[in-house]
């Protein structure tokens, strides 16, 4: 799967310590960014959960709690839309959108959000999976259908 043209728009925008707009990002503001005006989904700001990406224990269980609400997508199955979440001083603690060809779009402290390989040598050790969001967490077959979304 190619990754979509529209990748290109979320390329180079500045990082910010709990950014939520194209002034500046954080990892999962990157993601909601995308997912609101790629997929017309609404998710969450989690602004009141952490003050800094650095918060290692907030982020980390943050994610935890929250995973159960997506679909879990095994390695080979995700699809342009869903999350790879990876883990970071060994806990699961970054995001970033999988678009496709095994590249992700994400950001992090000191570097502007930017494509990577997810299963290259900084990453593949370190992906603790992929998530899809779903419609209704009670369904974990109601799955938006990314893949139809180019």
Known sequence: MPVPFWAGHYIGLPF???????????????????MAEQ???????YLHEYQRT??????????ERESPKWKA???GKELCGDVAVLRVRGRPMHVGMVLGDQQMLHI????NSALERYVGARWAERLAGFYRYKISPDKADDSIGYHEHD
């Open 16 to 34: 910010m310590d709990h950014g939520r707009d194209r002034s500046g990002l954080d990892c999962w503001g990157l993601v909601r960014l995308v």
């Open 39 to 45: 997929f017309c989904l609404a998710l969450p700001s």
């Open 54 to 63: 650095t918060q290692v224990d907030k982020i980390s269980a943050l994610i």
């Open 73 to 75: 997508i095994p390695l």
């Open 108 to 111: 992090e402290l000191g570097i």
